[in-house]
């Protein structure tokens, strides 16, 4: 039986470490950060920003105005958004197939609103 020596650990850039608020990636209000570890090492990979409450209040407000005045809204009525909502995934289709391969799954589990 051969046993490994040597431990390859895979380099791994990781680049969104700051908060995505307003479609633009920024540091916490507070400039805090907290850590990501890597479960199988216990090696801390990155240390990523630490929203609070103010993050929070900036994103909803984004969001909110984004909602309220995006380019979208002008584009598509509230009907047609409705139908992009509910339009068929590749991962509804896909599921739909899955549920038929197993008896007994009822079909409507993979449908819209189910």
């Avoid at 908060?19 to 479960?39: C, E, M, Q, R, Y």
């Avoid at 289709?93 to 409507?108: E, K, T, V």
Wanted: hydrophobic share 40%; aromatic share 6%; proline share 6%.
């Amino acid at each position: 039986m051969a046993t490994a020596t040597t431990v390859i650990e895979p380099t791994v850039k990781v680049s969104a470490t700051k908060l995505l608020i307003n479609n633009k990636w920024v540091d916490s209000a507070s400039g805090k950060t907290f850590p990501t570890i890597n479960p199988a090492t216990g090696e801390v990979i990155t240390r990523v920003a630490e929203a609070d409450a103010a993050d929070v209040d900036k994103a909803v407000s984004a969001a909110r105005a984004a909602f309220d005045n995006g380019p979208w809204r002008k584009k598509l009525t509230a009907s047609q958004r409705g139908n992009l909502l509910y339009k068929p995934t590749p991962s509804t289709n896909r599921s739909a197939s899955l549920a038929r391969s197993f008896p007994g799954i009822s079909l409507s589990s993979c449908k819209r609103g189910n």
